[in-house]
C-alpha cells in the first residue's frame, strides 16, 4: 500500500528528526562524548524511531479504514505490522 504524501509528511518529519538526532550520537562517539551522554541520546533516538514506526503503521491502517473500508483490512497483516515494532 502506497499513503499520500499529505498522510506521510508527519512520519516523515518524524524519522528526519530522529535520523539528524542519531547524526549527533555518532558526531559525539567520534568526539569522544562521555559515554553515558551517548546512550541517553542513543535512547531518544531509539524512542524517535519507534514512535515513528507505530505512527507509519497508524497512518496506514487509517488509510485502510476509509479508503478500503474496515471489512477489507487484513487482520493477520496488521497483526504482523504491529508486532513487527514490539
Same mark, same amino acid.
Do not use: W
Given at each position: 500500500m502506497q499513503l499520500?504524501?499529505? #498522510? *506521510?509528511k508527519?512520519? *516523515?518529519?518524524r524519522l528526519r528528526r !530522529? $535520523?539528524? $538526532?542519531?547524526?549527533?550520537v555518532i558526531r559525539m562517539l567520534e568526539e569522544? !562524548? #562521555?559515554c553515558e551522554d551517548a546512550l541517553t541520546? *542513543?535512547?531518544? /533516538?531509539?524512542k524517535a524511531i519507534g514512535r515513528g &514506526?507505530? !505512527? *507509519? /503503521?497508524a497512518t496506514g491502517l487509517r488509510h485502510c479504514l476509509i479508503e478500503e &473500508?474496515?471489512?477489507n483490512v487484513d487482520q493477520a497483516k496488521l497483526e504482523k505490522l504491529f508486532l513487527s515494532m514490539a
Amino acid at each position: 500500500m502506497q499513503l499520500p504524501d499529505d #498522510e *506521510l509528511k508527519p512520519v *516523515l518529519t518524524r524519522l528526519r528528526r !530522529a $535520523h539528524g $538526532h542519531l547524526a549527533t550520537v555518532i558526531r559525539m562517539l567520534e568526539e569522544g !562524548a #562521555e559515554c553515558e551522554d551517548a546512550l541517553t541520546q *542513543l535512547a531518544a /533516538v531509539n524512542k524517535a524511531i519507534g514512535r515513528g &514506526g507505530y !505512527a *507509519l /503503521v497508524a497512518t496506514g491502517l487509517r488509510h485502510c479504514l476509509i479508503e478500503e &473500508g474496515p471489512d477489507n483490512v487484513d487482520q493477520a497483516k496488521l497483526e504482523k505490522l504491529f508486532l513487527s515494532m514490539a
